[in-house]
């Protein structure tokens, strides 16, 4: 059987918006492969995406139990959260043995999938884990090696005495000055230099393989168009200039942390033509984008990534309008129009329409 996609989300109303795009995209992408949300009871109420099985992780509370017990906070951002990016390891564990799953794709739920993963399948057969650099947002784990991380995070914290070694590495780390102090990142770079353990880094591909993206904020070698990565698209799939070999690199995601979070619905990209249960599910986010809050920001996880905000916080909605658009466009709905299978299509337009009042400047807001 084929690991399912798991993405794990918990509170923040707001950020619902871009966990149902990274919901849709990955559906769009692997029609046949399980994916499952992890979540509290705010999460469930908000998602629209149809075909995606929730499951509460009230039922894994005890799962971190332990962690909570001996955890020390050692970071700049706030303890709900760190915390949190450490209990998720042990919550998808957890998971993984109820359900007897041999392995998980696990994203972040600002990370939008633009690949079959079973074209990964000869890329993975012979690794433990893989992570892109030294982070985990978008991730393969097999059960040992999941079982093995979890218990190297609470050897590092129950070190004798309790956490010289962490305290001595965030102290070395801020010394050299580097930012990045103890967090679940930290435990994946050190974790991965274990001897036994069959590790890829999926930020290096292969000639003629997908990259999985670091951070569309950042360049890591790659073109940039103000804040974010310059992306095109070929047959629906993303690519951006390598600037050393001046090739163009294929994408299988794209992770927009932070403010980036905001212009994931200009990203969406159904691989063919619009499956018939995509319009209900793009006419509800579109309901939720109209009255969506502005930021207000989120724990993040460097002095240089908190720092790196220029032109990224308003983010303009004509670039959004004209990818919904297109997608309405698409020649299943062109085709449903002359059957006068419409309905669901004209709500879209309705929501079009009203995202496209809401832009600042128009004359519905002056």
Not at 338 to 359: G, I, P, Q, V, Y
Request: charged share 25%.
């Amino acid at each position: 059987m084929s690991p399912p996609i798991v993405f794990l989300q918990q509170g923040a109303p707001a950020a619902l918006t871009h966990l149902n795009c990274a919901l849709l995209q990955a559906r769009w992408w692997n029609p046949g492969r399980e994916i499952v949300v992890i979540g509290d009871a705010e999460c469930r109420a908000a998602l629209v995406v149809p075909g995606v099985e929730f499951v509460a992780i009230e039922d894994f509370s005890s799962s971190a139990a332990d962690l909570r017990k001996v955890y020390v906070h050692l970071s700049a951002n706030s303890p709900e959260f760190e915390l949190f990016c450490l209990e998720r390891w042990f919550v998808l564990r957890d998971f993984l043995r109820q359900r007897q799953l041999e392995s998980v794709w696990h994203f972040d739920s600002d990370v939008m999938v633009f690949e079959d993963l079973s074209s990964e399948d000869a890329r993975i057969a012979g690794v433990d884990f893989t992570f892109t650099q030294i982070s985990g947002h978008n991730a393969y784990f097999r059960i040992n090696a999941l079982e093995q991380f979890c218990s190297f995070i609470l050897k590092c914290y129950l070190a004798e005495p309790q956490t010289q070694w962490l305290q001595a590495s965030e102290a070395a780390r801020l010394a050299a000055g580097n930012p990045d102090t103890i967090s679940d990142m930290f435990f994946i770079g050190e974790f991965k230099k274990l001897d036994g353990l069959r590790s890829l880094d999926f930020s290096v591909p292969a000639s003629g393989q997908s990259a999985f993206d670091t951070n569309i904020r950042f360049s890591n070698g790659y073109e940039m168009d103000g804040d974010l990565k310059q992306i095109t698209f070929t047959d629906q799939q993303p690519y951006a200039l390598d600037i050393e070999t001046q090739q163009l690199q294929r994408f299988a995601t794209l992770h927009f942390q932070y403010f980036a979070k905001q212009q994931m619905p200009r990203f969406l990209r159904p691989p063919g033509p619009l499956p018939d249960w995509s319009l209900g599910a793009l006419t509800q986010l579109l309901a939720r984008m109209q009255t969506m809050p502005p930021p207000r920001g989120e724990d993040v996880r460097s002095q240089e990534q908190k720092t790196s905000r220029k032109g990224s916080t308003t983010p303009s909605l004509q670039p959004i309008i004209k990818n919904l658009r297109s997608i309405l466009d698409s020649r299943w709905l062109r085709v449903g129009g002359a059957l006068k299978f419409t309905r669901a299509a004209r709500k879209l337009e309705d929501s079009l329409d009203m995202l496209r009042k809401m832009k600042p400047g128009s004359s519905e807001q002056k």
